[in-house]
């Protein structure tokens, strides 16, 4: 996979551009859950807890940081 990484000024990663047919590919798995009931805010929000709390455990080196393709080989 081609990735492109867009950083700030201090060289910190801000976002990835990836191929659009990567793109589509993960597009297309995600439809696999809008297919489903939606979430409840409750859900949302704990879910956006959770993740911030795995931001957290990353920065401190106390969890190991995922690649693109760890996350995407887990949807």
Same mark, same amino acid.
């Given at each position: 996979?081609?990735?492109?990484?867009?950083?700030?000024?201090?060289?910190?990663?801000?976002?990835?551009?990836?191929? /659009?047919? *990567?793109? =589509?590919? #993960?597009?297309?798995?995600?439809?696999?859950?809008? +297919?489903?009931? $939606?979430?409840?805010?409750?859900?949302?929000?704990?879910?956006?807890?959770?993740? /911030?709390? *795995?931001? =957290?455990? #990353?920065?401190?080196?106390?969890?190991?940081?995922? +690649?693109?393709? $760890?996350?995407?080989?887990?949807?």
């Amino acid at each position: 996979m081609n990735l492109q990484y867009i950083s700030d000024n201090r060289g910190d990663t801000k976002a990835v551009i990836i191929p /659009i047919n *990567e793109w =589509k590919s #993960i597009a297309q798995k995600l439809n696999i859950f809008e +297919t489903h009931n $939606e979430p409840t805010k409750e859900q949302i929000l704990s879910g956006i807890q959770d993740a /911030i709390h *795995e931001m =957290k455990l #990353i920065r401190a080196g106390k969890k190991k940081q995922k +690649t693109l393709k $760890e996350f995407l080989d887990g949807l």
